[in-house]
Nanobody, 119 residues
Framework: QVQLVESGGGLVQAGGSLRLSCAAS????????MAWYRQAPGKQRELVAK???????NYADSVKGRFTISRDNAKNTVYLQMNSLKPEDTGVYYC?????????????WGQGTQVTVSS
């Protein structure tokens, strides 16, 4: 089993910054990729940013130039630095990990952390 523990959410004014962290623990052979998703009230969950084992990244168009995803492989931790936050960035942010266990690839989700951006 793998656990993902997120931290760093909160309330911030528009234009401010937050840094989210997600640490993976448990039994696995490798983490192929880690990502952040978000879900706003009444909307579907959407991909915000993703980083692979080889540190290749991709971002949603809405956050390009403002958010930066990074990864510390030694700590099995992924970060999301969010700058120039906008009210439309408000939502629950979920950590996601694509984990390798022998020949199996399994997706795990964190419990979510609330980000609220006030105007």
């Amino acid at each position: 089993q793998v656990q993902l523990v997120e931290s760093g959410g909160g309330l911030v004014q528009a234009g401010g910054s937050l840094r989210l962290s997600c640490a993976a623990s448990g039994t696995f052979d490798d983490i192929n990729a880690m990502a952040w998703y978000r879900q706003a009230p009444g909307k579907q969950r959407e991909l915000v940013a993703k980083i692979t084992d080889g540190i290749s990244t991709n971002y949603a168009d809405s956050v390009k130039g403002r958010f930066t995803i990074s990864r510390d492989n030694a700590k099995n931790t992924v970060y999301l630095q969010m700058n120039s936050l906008k009210p439309e960035d408000t939502g629950v942010y979920y950590c996601n990990a694509d984990v390798q266990r022998a020949s199996l690839r399994i997706i795990y989700w964190g419990q979510g952390t609330q980000v609220t951006v006030s105007s």
